[in-house]
C-alpha cells in the first residue's frame, strides 16, 4: 500500500503541476454548466406555460426535464476530456525514458498500475464533485427532491468514466507517445460508443444484440432513468477489470523483454 500511496502523490503532484487537470476541469465544468442552466431556464419557462392547464402540468418533471438530457449529453463530453488524462500515464514514462528507471524501483507492477489508476480516478471524481451544487439549485425551486434518479445518473456517469479511463490506460501503456496514444483512446472509445448502432438490437438479429450489449453508451440508460441494473453495473465493473488486467500484461511483457 505505501508503494501504491507513493505513486498517486506522484502523480497527483503532476496532474496539478501542469495545466493538464485545471483544463481538463476547467472544461468539464463549463460545458456542464451550460448544459444545465440552459435545460433549467427550459424547464422553468415551460413549466411556467404548463401551469396554465393543471392537465399538463402534471406530466413536468425536473428528472426527465433536466438532469436525463444533461447526464445523456455529459457522456459526450467525458468522451472529449478523459483521453487527456490518460495519454500520458505511460506514453509519457517511455517517451522520456523513465519507465526503465521505474522498473528497476522494488514495485510491483500491479502497484504502479493501481497508483497511476487511482490518481487519475480523483481527477474524474473531482470533476462530478464540481458540478453538485447543480442538483440542490435545482430542487431548491421544486416541490419534491428526487435524489435517487440524481444519484444514479451520477453514479453512471463516474463507471463510464472509469472506464474510459481505464482502456485510456492500457493504450498509453501500448503507445510510443501521448500523440499516438490520445488518437487511438479516441478510435477505440468512439468505436465502444457506436457499437450498438452497427444493427438495430430491436432488429431480431443476434448479432445485434450481442453489439447493444457491448456498446458502453447503451448500459448508461438505465442509470439516467434513475434505475441501477445488476447488468449495468457487470458490464463497467468488467470492462475496468479487463482492462486493468491487460495493461499489467502489457507492462509484464515490456518488463521480460527489457
Given at each position: 500500500?505505501r508503494?501504491?500511496?507513493e505513486?498517486?502523490?506522484r502523480?497527483?503532484?503532476?496532474y496539478?503541476?501542469?495545466p493538464?487537470?485545471?483544463?481538463v476541469m476547467v472544461?468539464?465544468t ?7 442552466f440552459?435545460?433549467l ?12 392547464n393543471p392537465?399538463?402540468?402534471?406530466s ?6 433536466v ?8 457522456s ?18 517511455k517517451?522520456s525514458?523513465t519507465?526503465?528507471l ?11 498500475v ?23 439549485l ?7 427532491a428526487e ?9 453512471g456517469?463516474f ?5 474510459f ?6 493504450i498509453?501503456?501500448l ?10 483512446s ?14 438495430d438490437p430491436?432488429?431480431g438479429?443476434q ?5 447493444g ?10 442509470f439516467?432513468?434513475g ?14 477489470f ?6 499489467l ?10
Open positions: 500500500m508503494n501504491i500511496a505513486i498517486y502523490k502523480e497527483i503532484k503532476f496539478f503541476s501542469t493538464i487537470a485545471y483544463v472544461i468539464f463549463t460545458i456542464f454548466g451550460f448544459l444545465y440552459r435545460n431556464t427550459y424547464y422553468s419557462e415551460l413549466s411556467y406555460q404548463l401551469m396554465q392537465y399538463y402540468a402534471q413536468v418533471d425536473l428528472i426527465l426535464g438532469f436525463a438530457p444533461l447526464f445523456n449529453s455529459n459526450i463530453i467525458l468522451l472529449m476530456v478523459i483521453p487527456p488524462i490518460s495519454m500520458r500515464l505511460f506514453a509519457e514514462e517517451k525514458r519507465i526503465e521505474l522498473f528497476t524501483y522494488p514495485v510491483k507492477d500491479i502497484q504502479v493501481m497508483g497511476k489508476w487511482l490518481a487519475a480516478v480523483t481527477i474524474i471524481l473531482l470533476m462530478l464533485l464540481l458540478t453538485a451544487p447543480a442538483p440542490f435545482a430542487f431548491g425551486f421544486a416541490e419534491s435524489w435517487g434518479p440524481v444519484l444514479a445518473g451520477y453514479l456517469l463507471l463510464m468514466g472509469v472506464s479511463l481505464s482502456l485510456g490506460i492500457l498509453s501503456a503507445a510510443e507517445n501521448q500523440i499516438v496514444a490520445i488518437i487511438i479516441y478510435g477505440a472509445l468512439l468505436g465502444f460508443w457506436f457499437l450498438g448502432w452497427v444493427i430491436d432488429s438479429k448479432i445485434g444484440k450481442v453489439l450489449e457491448l456498446s458502453i453508451i447503451g448500459h448508461l440508460t438505465n439516467i432513468k434505475v441501477i441494473n445488476t447488468r449495468d453495473l457487470t458490464y463497467y465493473l468488467l470492462f475496468i479487463t482492462s486493468m488486467f491487460l495493461t500484461r502489457v507492462l509484464e511483457s515490456k518488463r521480460w523483454r527489457g
